[in-house]
């Protein structure tokens, strides 16, 4: 009986240390994930200052564009209506001639 209680003891204790062990790992594990998820936020911040404070210059360059297309455009747009007015002016002598 003596030698069950003496096990029991040892085993206890055997678990005790196990715990132990297990809550120092289960820390480590726990600090490891803070300082990661510390650094990523610190990056995250870092990189929206960035954009925030960075000029767009494609934005500039974009609207340039957008002009000289729509210029353009409208420009090819008048010349295709005057040649269609044109060719409608000369159908209609074409047929009053006849």
Known sequence: MR????????????AEILEKNED???KKVLWIFAIIGAVAAV????YAVYR???PD??????EDF???FDEDFYDDLEKEE???AEADEK???EEAEE
């Open 52 to 54: 925030y404070l960075t």
């Open 24 to 26: 120092k790992t289960e």
């Open 82 to 84: 005057a040649a269609k």
């Open 43 to 46: 990056a995250g911040i870092a």
């Open 57 to 62: 210059y494609l934005e500039d360059f974009d």
């Open 91 to 93: 159908e209609s002598d």
């Open 3 to 14: 030698d069950n209680i003496g096990e029991l003891l040892s085993t206890l204790k055997v």
């Open 66 to 68: 957008d002009e000289d």
